[in-house]
């Protein structure tokens, strides 16, 4: 631990409301990561015993990440969470308490998608918009992960990646306006 590490040295913004969790635990891991903080939070730094000589020093950074926790929160859930002893402790209850799949945001996710349209923006702002929604939605639903030795290159991966690119590529044509039909005509002959 640095000696100029303090409560307020790790900020994550917006502050944590329930309904942005899964933007909140990225930018807080990130942060934890800048710190290599992260094994207090995922369980691979394991306390020490009393009599250990590394026990003040845990104790110490243990009190700061759980700080950094309590202020990047909103007020309500602090209050919710202000008696647990260790980070992991809290990391883990809010993760519980937040991080299900709202089947709610979901729908609500694939309705503004599915109508989001270009109308008076650039392509770019656009393609922006439409991008953070489909990260959104990814951060819900993401791919599946293989659980092979190796990485998977087996074609029903392959497939699931293509059809998820595929879906997006047509969503995003289908949004642009008018002025780019021929693009959209085009997108029937879309091939691997």
């Known amino acids: 631990m640095h000696p100029s590490e303090g409560p307020n040295t790790v900020t994550v913004t917006p502050l944590l ?26 369980g691979s730094t394991l306390v020490p015993d009393n009599d250990n000589l590394n026990r003040v020093a845990w104790e110490r950074s243990n009190h700061l990440i759980y700080s950094w926790i309590l202020n990047s929160v909103s007020p309500q859930i602090a209050q919710t969470i202000i008696f647990h002893v260790r980070a992991i402790d809290v990391w883990e209850e809010l993760k519980d308490r937040f991080s299900k799949a709202d089947k709610i945001c979901v729908s609500m996710l694939c309705s503004a998608i599915n109508n989001l349209k270009q109308g008076s923006k650039f392509v770019l702002d656009y393609f922006t918009e439409r991008k953070t ?17 190796h990485q998977c290159r087996c074609e029903i991966m392959c497939s699931s990646r293509y059809f998820r690119l595929e879906d997006q590529v047509i969503q995003f044509l289908t949004g642009l306006n008018d002025q780019f039909s021929s693009a959209i005509d085009g997108s029937s002959s879309f091939h691997k």
């Open 17 to 42: 409301t329930g309904s942005n969790y899964l933007s909140w635990s990225r930018s807080m891991q990130q942060a934890l990561g800048t710190k290599n903080k992260l094994a207090f939070i995922d």
């Open 133 to 149: 929604l489909w990260e959104e939605l990814n951060s819900h639903r993401p791919m599946p992960l293989s659980t092979c030795i």
